[in-house]
């Protein structure tokens, strides 16, 4: 009996043995292993996914994590200050007056008085201007442009445009003042044939702007003056986003409701460069400086 209970005992421990040596399931081992790693992976992607505030876009690019730089550069989102950069360099405006392109016409003279004209800048001390013909004022485009006029006699000024000498002046017809007509030709001769072409001067103060007489929150007409190149448009903005205003022959941008009255507004010369200007009152006929002008061309 005693014999027997030392085999069965002796069964058993060999039993005991075995049974330990099988491998247990490795699913139980894999899970304990596994589930820190999924629960990281699952929690890094999970922070980019949340959209950071626009005012913390700066401080993210400053002390960036590598998940948020990986997910910056695959998915880049603008600042609420950004400028997309097909609004910020437009094509080109089409008009008359080319830069790069030299016209031909004939030269006439006309007592400019005080400088003033039909694009209303007002008065001036400086008489190197003229007055461009219809055709080519095209709608008081031509305000404001820099002309290098050239006579057949070697002789040539550069004037600034501030009038329009309506028909019968002929297309690349400049109506001369007396005093810039005298530097190029005897006054006494009255019509002569000359070139001219677009200037971009380099030496130029800033831009300024001057809402017109009678202008209100219901109704204004924003004028600029001092401006490099030929002003192309003018938006303003509004509740809906930038919107266009229409020119008039007097040189004045229009709002007939008010929309952008004594706000931002945007300024676009012939190239394409856009200026946004901001912080303009509302002060009707008086001319207020900004900090911008258009560059050289």
């Not at 400019?112 to 004022?137: E, K």
């Not at 000024?157 to 297309?171: K, Y």
């Not at 044939?193 to 702007?209: E, Q």
């Amino acid at each position: 009996m005693t014999g027997t209970a030392v085999m069965l005992t002796a069964a058993g421990v060999l039993v005991c043995l075995v049974t330990t040596l099988l491998p247990g399931p490795k699913g139980e081992v894999g899970a304990v292993v596994a589930a820190p790693a999924a629960t990281q992976v699952e929690a890094t992607p999970s922070a980019p996914t949340s959209p950071a505030p626009p005012a913390d876009s700066s401080h993210a690019a400053a002390t960036p994590t590598a998940a948020v730089a990986t997910t910056t550069a695959a998915t880049p989102q603008p600042s609420a200050k950004e400028t997309p950069p097909a609004a910020s360099t437009p094509a080109p405006s089409a008009g008359r007056i080319q830069p790069e392109t030299t016209y031909k016409g004939v030269a006439t003279a006309y007592a400019a008085g005080d400088g003033n004209g039909a694009c209303l800048f007002g008065p001036t001390d400086d008489l190197m201007i003229a007055a461009m013909n219809t055709t080519d004022y095209e709608s008081s485009r031509a305000c404001g442009a820099y002309v290098r006029v050239r006579a057949a006699n070697g002789a040539s000024i550069t004037v600034r445009i501030t009038n329009e000498c309506p028909l019968p002046c002929a297309p690349g017809q400049l109506d001369l003042s007396e005093q810039a007509f005298a530097k190029l030709a005897d006054p006494k001769l009255g019509r002569i044939p000359i070139t001219w072409s677009l200037l971009s001067p380099r030496a130029s103060g800033t831009i300024s702007i001057r809402y017109k007489t009678g202008s209100s929150p219901h109704w204004c007409g924003i004028q600029v003056i001092d401006h490099r190149n030929p002003v192309a448009r003018l938006e303003v903005r509004t509740a809906n986003g930038w919107r266009r205003l229409p020119r008039t022959e007097y040189n004045y941008f229009l709002s007939a409701d008010g929309s952008g009255c004594g706000g931002a507004m945007r300024i676009t010369d012939i190239y394409g460069e856009q200026l946004t200007v901001n912080g303009t009152a509302l002060l009707p006929n008086v001319a207020q400086p900004t900090r911008v002008q258009f560059a050289p061309h």
